[in-house]
């Protein structure tokens, strides 16, 4: 299924979460309104220049998504169905957190299209989901889960995350058994990463140099218990039916998250919203992260005047086109990302050179560490690969 991907920013949260370094932030329903109405004006102002060309996927991310009121929602969808061609089968996505869906936002998002729900849950563990500032506990996120079964949705993905602190690998088992008994079809398992600029650095971030260095830590897991998490995660994932087809990534058969492998396999996405980022005509955008600046932006074209701008998008904070060396740096670390790896054909189809002829010592020395292998005219990293992944995938940037 060829086309485009559109990715949908909604920078809205009940309040901020202690880990989360994300594009977000809590504002009241004026300013949801406002931002809204600025983001279905993008829509059609973007949609314009991509008419006619097939939309196989929507993912509506955040933030909250599912924080919006029905009536938001609802503007958004109509306004992509009026400005894009939507292909029928089209995988369209939304991040919903428990505590933010009724009943009636569930129906009216099956009546607009929506297929495929995304819940972070990141721990069955009330204290866990404490210490990381959610809004909910376990028993919150059961009834948000029993919503939308009942609402018929039949494709729905669980976040979880590894590597908490004091997160031992009883409490991991709890989180594990408790979701699977469920029977998810999709489950995205993450590890924690300490970021900058969040209270979960301010309070950690020490404790994070000590688990990079590989000494003893105090609150967070260490370097080797974070590796057990995560090799206990995989394991118990994949005993109860979910393949892993990405290295975060566990879904039943034929439901992996089309949307994503678009991002892996680089398929030309859309980037509409707050700062959203997008890959099309060889070119890498970021819109602006300003949201005041972003409204002003939609209102004036709305008014008919187009802002003056050195980039082809007013909205544009960035725009870079790749060379062909970035161009084949991506293919292979977002490809490699995936279990199945990527395909010799799609590097010669792509650019018109046998991948050996760029990355052949590479690829040589990888084999030979056991870090990667081939089969069947593919190129993927073997277990021992994926545990060093960052690693491995630097090898293949080219100057």
């Not at 993905?157 to 469920?182: R, V």
């Not at 975060?248 to 089309?258: D, Q, T, V």
């Not at 992260?289 to 972003?294: E, G, L, T, V």
Request: aromatic residues 10%; contains cysteine; hydrophobic residues 35%.
């Amino acid at each position: 299924m060829s086309g485009i991907e559109l990715y949908i920013h909604i920078p809205f949260c009940v309040k901020k979460c202690l880990y989360c370094d994300f594009l977000s932030g809590v504002f009241d329903e004026k300013m949801q309104r406002r931002y809204v109405a600025a983001l279905c004006n993008e829509i059609s102002f973007v949609g314009k220049k991509h008419r006619g060309q097939n939309v196989i996927s929507i993912y509506i991310g955040g933030g909250t998504p599912s924080w919006l009121s029905e009536d938001l929602m609802d503007a958004i969808m109509t306004s992509v169905k009026e400005s894009f061609s939507l292909d029928p089968l089209a995988e369209i996505s939304v991040e919903c957190n428990p505590g933010t869906l009724s009943s009636e936002k569930l129906n009216l998002y099956r009546s607009i299209g929506i297929n495929r729900l995304s819940i972070g849950l990141q721990s069955a563990n009330d204290d866990e989901l404490k210490e990381l500032g959610r809004i909910h506990n376990y028993n919150r996120f059961l009834h948000t889960y029993d919503l939308v079964r009942k609402a018929g949705f039949d494709n729905v993905n669980i976040d979880i995350m590894t590597g908490l602190p004091h997160q031992t690998i009883e409490k991991l088992d709890h989180t594990l058994k408790s979701i699977t008994m469920l029977r998810p079809e999709h489950i995205s398992a993450y590890s924690l990463i300490i970021e900058k600029g969040t209270p979960f650095y301010e309070k950690y971030r020490f404790d994070a140099v000590k688990q990079e260095a590989g000494m003893p830590t105090e609150v967070l897991p260490t370097d080797e218990e974070s590796y057990r998490l995560y090799k206990y995660t995989m394991e118990f994932l994949e005993s109860k039916g979910f393949k892993r087809y990405e290295i975060s990534n566990y879904a039943r058969p034929g439901k992996e998250c089309r949307h994503n492998i678009g991002y892996w396999d680089r398929v030309p996405y859309l980037g509409l919203g707050l700062g959203s980022a997008g890959l099309y005509d060889n070119k890498r955008t970021s819109n602006t992260r300003d949201i005041y600046k972003y409204i002003e932006i939609s209102e004036e074209i709305a008014k008919g005047n187009l802002p003056e701008s050195e980039l082809s998008s007013p909205y544009y904070e960035s725009e870079e086109a790749l060379s062909r060396n970035d161009a084949m740096s991506e293919f292979m670390f977002l490809g490699l990302r995936k279990i199945a790896g990527i395909r010799r054909s799609d590097f010669v189809q792509m650019f018109g050179i046998d991948i050996e002829a760029i990355y052949g010592p590479v690829i040589t020395a990888l084999r030979n560490q056991g870090l990667m292998d081939a089969a069947e005219g593919r190129l993927f990293l073997t277990d021992l690969g994926i545990d060093v992944s960052n690693q491995v995938l630097a090898q293949f940037l080219l100057d």
